[in-house]
């Protein structure tokens, strides 16, 4: 509590009282923590992949130039810290973006089928190297819906693109499509997958949380992810949830509210 006091004073010039003013100042103090907590992480995201870079141009440079195969192998860990770090600013911009921009959705018509074909498209060389299933099913009740197209693709490919990298090879992934009881739209995407731990799982929505730093990392990712997908699907005024097993696989699913063709907002 921040805590305010002003005296009343008397005709006399003598104080009669006091006028206490308590302001709760938790959620103020909650915000600002949370700020700092995430300038410490992307600070810390960003030392790493460059301390890395550092360490192996500086082994080039002392003679490994001189040995091909050794420095073959350290321009290689230069060049994918490099792309980690290009992915991770590229999420950070996504999540400013969407930050500023909630109630300025680009809607239109959309074809789910073919936005979820488009999606798997996109992975089928990673599908192709871990030799994993796809299935894409859409509801023929709602075969169209109102989005933000590049938004709902950003949210889908981090969706799809976790199933893959938290899926042993061989595992199936299927996305389907279809309106439920409540009015909703539902795009769920289930994989067979290493799951997340119970306790992990209301955690696993924040910046940069992840239940194996090193796993993540070595899989390419960023632990922004997830926090990049629910800040887009609530834009769209919808919410993300989510179902997991341990060794048995983790569904997602994207609940949207079915907005009449034309309208601007959430
Ligand atoms: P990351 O870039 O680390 O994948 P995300 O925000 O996308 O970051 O996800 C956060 C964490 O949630 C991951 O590090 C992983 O531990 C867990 N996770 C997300 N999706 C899945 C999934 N489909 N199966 C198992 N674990 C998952």
Redesign the pocket.
């Known amino acids: 509590f921040r805590v305010t006091l002003t005296p009343i004073r008397r005709r006399d010039k003598g104080v009669a009282g006091a006028i206490a003013v308590l302001q709760d100042v938790t959620e103020a103090e909650k915000l600002e923590q949370s700020r700092r907590e995430f300038v410490a992480n992307v600070s810390h995201e960003l030392r790493t992949p460059l301390t890395t870079i550092k360490s192996y141009a500086e082994a080039l440079d002392d003679g490994a130039i001189d040995e091909p195969p050794l420095a073959e192998r350290f321009v290689g860990v230069i060049r994918s810290e490099t792309e980690r770090m290009i992915r991770l600013v590229t999420d950070l911009l996504h999540l400013s973006r969407f930050d500023s921009r909630r109630n300025q959705l680009r809607r239109q018509k959309t074809d789910l089928a073919e936005m979820l074909e488009e999606v798997v498209d996109r992975f089928s060389f990673q599908l192709r190297q871990k030799a994993i299933t796809v299935t894409v099913k859409v509801d023929h009740r709602q075969k169209t819906a109102w989005l933000d197209r590049d938004g709902i693709d950003q949210v889908l490919d981090?969706?799809v693109?976790?199933?893959i990298?938290?899926?042993l090879d061989g595992g199936a992934i299927d996305i389907s499509a279809k309106s439920n009881e409540a009015g909703q739209l539902a795009i769920s995407v289930k994989?067979t997958?290493?799951?997340?731990p119970k306790k992990?799982l209301n955690r696993?929505?924040e910046r940069f949380?992840?239940?194996?730093k090193a796993?993540?990392r070595n899989?390419g990712?960023?632990?922004?992810?997830?926090?990049i997908a629910r800040e887009i699907v609530r834009a769209h005024g919808g919410a993300i949830l989510l179902e997991?097993e341990t060794n048995v696989?983790?569904v997602?699913t994207v609940l949207l509210p079915i907005v009449p063709e034309g309208s601007e907002s959430a």
């Open positions: 981090n969706l693109s976790n199933a990298k938290y899926t994989d997958g290493i799951g997340i992990d696993i929505f949380y992840r239940v194996d796993r993540s899989m990712g960023t632990g922004l992810g997830l926090s997991s696989g983790t997602v």
